[in-house]
């Protein structure tokens, strides 16, 4: 698939397994450059609080299975680290932007990327705003019935590239929906057939920020901002 892209700085495509309550379990992290993946990382973490019945069988994860992992919140610097150099994305952003900011409400001062690039020096201690996968594609195909990442990842035709890169990226044990990093490279691709539309040759990160968290009747809707 080619991915032919004006964004200019990194984007960090995240899911993260868990709840309020269990707190962050596992994270994925797809690392998107020039509409490419560049590399991606995941691990398991130790719970901060009781996994419920219903998360276990999503998950799959046990108090057990994670019992020597390290907690989420030795990960900081690796976080804070890629607000500082990118824009951070998911399929439902709040999901995971209401987790990671349960671990840590604020990043370190990191660029604010919805200005244009040569306006980009301000400086903001935010995780946000997100690109957000589900949004996008709710502005742009407001017929579907359903967004869910296993529907649209079937109904676009991505799963056979979903895949090949499962096989490359995702630990042996952890190759399918609701694995961390399996959902974040769906996520992934989703955002790169996106960055595919011929409707959308010019589209920079702030116009993927602003028009996931702007809502369009269609996708004439977003064209016409594209436009101005």
């Known amino acids: 698939m080619g991915h032919a892209c004006v964004v200019s700085v990194p984007i960090y495509m995240i899911d993260f397994e868990g709840s309020t309550s269990s707190g962050i379990l596992e994270y994925g992290v797809v690392e998107i450059c020039a509409g490419r993946i560049k590399r991606s990382w995941t691990r398991l973490c130790h719970p901060s609080g009781p996994i419920a019945p219903h998360d276990h069988w999503a998950h799959g994860l046990s108090a057990q299975d994670l019992s020597k ?22 399929h439902h952003a709040s999901v995971e932007a209401s987790l990671l900011k349960s671990v840590w409400p604020c990043p370190r001062l990191s660029p604010d990327f919805t200005q244009a690039a040569n306006e980009a020096k301000a400086k903001v201690a935010q995780w946000g705003p997100w690109i957000d996968s589900l949004a996008l594609y709710r502005r742009i195909y407001p017929q579907l019935g359903s967004y869910g990442l296993n529907e649209l990842i079937d109904q676009f035709g991505l799963m056979p590239e979903l ?18 990093l399996y959902d974040a490279l769906a996520s992934t691709l989703l955002l790169q057939a996106l960055f595919q539309l011929p409707d959308y040759p010019n589209a920079t990160t702030a116009d993927w920020i602003h028009w996931s968290k702007s809502p369009a009747k269609s996708v004439n809707d977003a064209q016409m901002v594209l436009d101005l």
Do not use: M, N, Q
Request: glycine share 8%.
């Open 69 to 90: 992992c390290l907690p989420i919140g030795d990960d900081w610097a690796f976080f804070a680290g890629l607000r500082e150099s990118g824009v951070l994305a998911a």
């Open 163 to 180: 895949k090949t890169l499962a096989d490359k990226h995702c630990p042996p044990s952890r190759h399918t929906y609701h694995c961390a």
